[in-house]
């Protein structure tokens, strides 16, 4: 794939700005990236007289490590891990909104005490997941984790008192769920600090 000389330009520019370490991890991994990108990096190595000549790479230090799964993938920038955490609080977020909206729903079907509780606990969820994603402080993940558990307890109630089971409830109601911890762990992962490669 061709790629546009505009485009090319701003990379190098953007390469040019990038520090001695960025540009390090980049040649250690750098047949996971395009072979542009990691040429780029190269040229500015050996600019920067971080490395002699495309030769040193041959040495130990940047042998490239096969890409292994993670359940929760490393991010070394700082910037990138405050848009991850930013994007998922979001998501944890707009799941609280469902207490609320159903509150509404329970409210119209004159049940205004079973209401005040989803409301008070989607609003609890919404504000928890909007400090988290401003202050990024573990403890709104913790309390997020006991509100998500109150939801469990609601909602198995109600797949109890259904008459008959239905697969396609349980099945969704799993994969909020999985979606919701997983992201609450691994904000909390970003947050801990463990992930950090620079």
């Not at 500015?44 to 359940?71: H, Q, T």
Request: a positive charge; charged letters at 25%; proline letters at 2%.
């Amino acid at each position: 794939m061709q790629i546009d000389d505009k485009i090319l330009n701003k990379l190098k520019e953007e390469m040019a700005e990038y520090s001695d370490e960025e540009i390090l991890e980049i040649l250690k991994k750098r047949s996971h990236y395009n072979q542009t990108v990691a040429r780029f990096a190269v040229g500015e190595a050996i600019k920067r007289e971080l490395i002699n000549s495309e030769g040193d790479l041959m040495a130990e230090e940047y042998r490239v490590e096969p890409l292994r799964f993670r359940l929760f993938p490393v991010i070394g920038k700082a910037k990138i891990r405050g848009k991850i955490i930013k994007s998922l609080s979001r998501g944890v977020l707009l799941i609280g909104l469902i207490p609320a909206i159903y509150g509404f729903i329970k409210f119209a079907g004159n049940e205004p005490e079973e209401a005040v509780i989803l409301w008070l606990l989607g609003f609890s969820w919404v504000i928890s997941a909007a400090l988290l994603m401003k202050t990024r402080h573990s403890r709104y993940i913790y309390i997020i984790m006991g509100m998500a558990a109150l939801c469990a307890v609601y909602i198995a109630n109600l797949f109890i008192s259904l008459k008959g089971f239905r697969f396609m409830d349980f099945f969704v109601a799993a994969v909020v769920y999985g979606i919701i911890f997983y992201s609450l762990f691994y904000i909390k992962f970003l947050i801990s600090g463990k992930n950090k490669q620079e």
